[in-house]
Structures are given as C-alpha cells and as structure tokens.
C-alpha cells in the first residue's frame, strides 16, 4: 500500500489541543511557564522532568505521549511552518507533521514514546538540533527562534 497524506479531521486536531490545554495548566501550576511556541528546549525538558517518572506506568503513558507529542506539534508548526497531516499506511492512520514543500515528515508521538522507552532525561535539546539540521540541508531556517 502507497503512502496516503490527508488533512487530520477536526474532532482529532481538538482533541489535540485538549491535551496541551491540560499539560500547559499542571506546568503553570507548578511555576513552569511554557509561552508561545516554538518552545525553548530547556524549557521542555524542565517540563519532562517536572511530569515524566521511569518507569513510566502504562496508565500515564498515553496521557505523557500525547500531551508532549502537541506541544511538538505546537513548536514545529511555529518554527517551520509544519501541517498537521494523517499517513496512512500499511501498518493504519498515523498523525504526523509535513513541510509541504521539501515533504519532510516527522511523527511527534512516536518521537515521544520512542523517548520514554530509551528512558531519556532532558530529550529536548538533541531533538530540536537533529530536525533543525535536517531542515537546514533541506534548506530551511526556522521562522522564529526559540525563546
């Protein structure tokens, strides 16, 4: 089966924002402060830190992976102009992120699942240089920098 990019429906895009509405309210709570995206990667990382324990059960996993998975969204809509699309595919319906004019494809949920398995603290900043680069030799810059 070829690859199918479509726009993500509406009810899925809210549901989305839902999850980043929750996330954004327990980190200003706890005096964590995210702004405007893009975010800083320091910030997010003090965002993991504040909400992320290993091992993380299986409870809390789907909330942490699609909470931190908008706030991708949310940032690299901002940097890079980014549209939220659903892949289909062999394996069923995927949300992803597309450049729409190089086709760069990223997948900010399973960046974030991928993430919790490695175990990995402060995963913010190696991931935003790594897509940065990857834009770059597509010839990109970001739209805002970070704050």
């Known amino acids: 089966m070829d690859e199918q990019l479509s726009k993500l429906n509406p009810v899925a895009e809210g549901m989305l924002i839902g999850r980043t509405l929750v996330i954004r309210k327990i980190l200003d709570e706890a005096g964590i402060n995210l702004g405007d995206p893009p975010f800083s990667p320091d910030?997010?990382?003090?965002?993991?830190?504040?909400?992320?324990?290993?091992?993380?059960?299986p409870e809390s996993r789907e909330w942490v992976i699609g909470s931190f998975g908008g706030l991708l969204i949310e940032h690299f809509r901002s940097r890079?102009?980014?549209?939220?699309?659903?892949?289909?595919?062999?394996?069923?319906?995927?949300?992803?992120?597309?450049?729409?004019?190089?086709?760069?494809?990223?997948f900010p949920f399973d960046t974030v699942q991928r993430r919790i398995l490695e175990q990995r603290s402060r995963p913010f900043g190696e991931l935003f240089t790594q897509i940065d680069n990857i834009m770059a030799q597509q010839g990109l810059a970001p739209s805002l920098s970070p704050a």
């Not at 910030?43 to 059960?57: G, Q, S, T």
């Not at 890079?80 to 992803?96: A, N, Q, R, Y």
């Open 43 to 57: 910030i997010l990382d003090r965002a993991w830190e504040h909400v992320v324990v290993y091992p993380v059960d």
């Open 80 to 106: 890079f102009g980014f549209k939220l699309m659903e892949l289909t595919d062999e394996h069923g319906p995927s949300i992803c992120l597309v450049e729409m004019r190089t086709k760069v494809q990223l």
